[in-house]
């Protein structure tokens, strides 16, 4: 399937899923036991999951954007952690479709093919979740959910972004975990694909005057990370702002850098900051986004796992995977 690309593809393994054993009787009572595995080369009519866990195992936009590598690892630990989690969720067949490795810092073929498997899964009505790797997941990401939505009547998409960072920088040499954004509202601009961009915890200390700027700009409305408190009044205000960005598209895709969140809870990530979000406030707003029935596809990124801490940022992840599943 991807052989004119330079990424490898390595189908899903029940070896990444592990746990306790229980009572057969019980029936299936972790995510270990519940999950399927499958090769997406394979995947007939008769196997169709309805959600998809699939990872992006690239370092090399964190790389190119001088942060700390070891991202390429988040799939694998993210997978090893949920799979130890008890099952809530009922109903739904969810499956591991496995991994795209990046190969000789070929990032955008990495990011090519997770476009193709994207638009390939939704267009089969399959929720797809994907797991990075650098924020650079981004762009390949939104652009396989364009890809399935063309020739739709409805096909406006807004993009919700849990971040302390805007991940605005223009390109300059190469595209990197900071771009994916501006690649995707400068490519769009001027064509007839309507798409919208709302980060959510962005961070004065960790954006550049330069940034606040493109953001202006290029008309990007946001969250300071000020505005995301955990008290109940704080959370419906901005759910209440939120409201006329979401009546205005027809699907939202949702991406969350862990960096966005305070290094109290998530340690492991390239850069880490005592500032941003509490998981009481994303719980909070994952629910109240799925709750519009407009979220099409969800996404996962810089959990790194060498820099993590009693692997809290990865069991928060994978706590983050879980939740979204119970809400699909």
């Given amino acids: 399937m991807y052989q004119d690309l330079n990424v490898d593809y390595e189908p899903g393994q029940h070896s990444n899923w592990t746990g306790r054993t229980t009572d057969a009787k019980l029936g299936n009572q972790y995510w270990h036991q519940e999950i399927g595995c499958i090769d997406l080369r394979d ?4 196997q169709v999951p309805d959600i998809a866990v699939l990872g992006y195992v690239c ?3 964190v790389r190119r954007n001088q942060g700390r590598v070891g991202a390429c690892e988040g799939p694998k630990q993210l997978r090893e952690r949920l799979a130890k989690l008890p099952i809530h969720f009922e109903g739904k067949r969810v499956v591991d479709i496995g991994d795209f490795i990046c190969i000789d810092h070929a990032m955008e073929s990495c990011q090519h093919a ?4 994207i638009s390939t899964l939704i267009a089969q009505h399959v929720f797809p979740i994907a797991i990075g790797g650098g924020h650079d997941i981004a762009y390949g990401h939104f652009m396989g959910i364009r890809e399935a939505l063309k020739g739709r009547s409805k096909s406006k998409i807004g993009i919700i972004n849990f971040d302390a960072h805007f991940d605005l920088r223009a390109v300059e040499v190469q595209p990197n975990s900071g771009t994916p954004f501006n690649q995707i ?3 769009l601009e001027g064509t007839d694909d309507a798409v919208g961009y709302f980060p959510i915890g962005i961070q004065q200390q960790s954006n550049t005057k330069a940034l606040f700027d493109i953001a202006r700009n290029k008309s990007v409305a946001y969250a300071m990370h000020s505005e995301c408190e955990s008290a ?3 959370i419906t205000a901005l759910q209440e702002r939120l409201l006329p960005f979401i009546a205005h598209y027809d699907y939202l895709y949702i991406t969350i850098d862990m960096d966005g ?4 809870y998530a340690p492991g990530v390239s850069a880490p900051s005592p500032l941003g979000f509490s998981p009481h406030f994303v719980f909070k707003m994952l629910r109240f986004l799925f709750d519009t029935k407009k979220v099409i596809s969800c996404d996962i990124a810089e959990l790194n796992p060498r820099l993590d801490r009693d692997q809290s940022t990865a069991n928060l992840a994978a ?3 879980d939740f979204m599943v119970m809400c699909i």
Avoid: M, P
């Avoid at 995947?43 to 008769?46: A, D, V």
């Avoid at 969140?261 to 109290?264: E, I, L, M, P, Y």
């Fill in 114 to 117: 997770l476009t193709q498997t």
């Fill in 319 to 321: 706590r983050l995977v």
């Fill in 232 to 234: 109940s009044e704080a």
């Fill in 43 to 46: 995947l007939t009519e008769e």
């Fill in 185 to 187: 509202l400068s490519e």
């Fill in 59 to 61: 370092d090399e936009g």
């Fill in 261 to 264: 969140f305070s290094s109290a």
